[in-house]
């Protein structure tokens, strides 16, 4: 008798064969789908890099303009208030930059610090002494700066969330999805 019988054998390899297939189907996927979840990280990271230069001028133009403007004392406070906000989402996103609840509350919190941003630059506007002084005009030229560079910063992470999106989407990858526990990302 033959210790190799090829007629059960074969069954057999071609289970394996199967199995190891899917197998480095589902570790390539899982790969694939890691690194757009750090693609949307890194693109975070540069969000989160224009966030902190726009509150590091935000920040002493507001101790700056607290006598000058003390007649507007509500306004400067209620910017304040809605950047310490901003601030505070801004945190919850980076711990979980893929999170939809944690973009989602960073992006009303911008929101909200658009009105009183734009009102105190106006404010600012008004008061020409203040718009030309040498301690303030480099914190507006810098925030100024950001607004741009925030927007595109924005653009590449949905271009990166709309990838990562697209992949966890398609079929069969989807199938993966309640296995690792991967869900869409907010597009912000």
Known sequence: MDLLDWDTLRPWLLRMAVLAVLLFWVVGAYNRLMRLRQALAQAWGQIDEQLTRRAAALEPLLAQLQEPMASEATTLAALAAALDKQ??????????PASAVALQAWVVAEGELASPLARLSALVEQHAELAQSESIRPLRTALAEVTPNLAYARQTYTAAADTYNTA????????????????AAARV
């Open 168 to 183: 966890i989407e398609e079929f069969p990858t989807r199938l993966l999805m309640p296995v690792f526990r991967f869900r």
């Open 87 to 96: 601030q505070a989402a801004a945190r919850a996103a980076r711990a979980r």
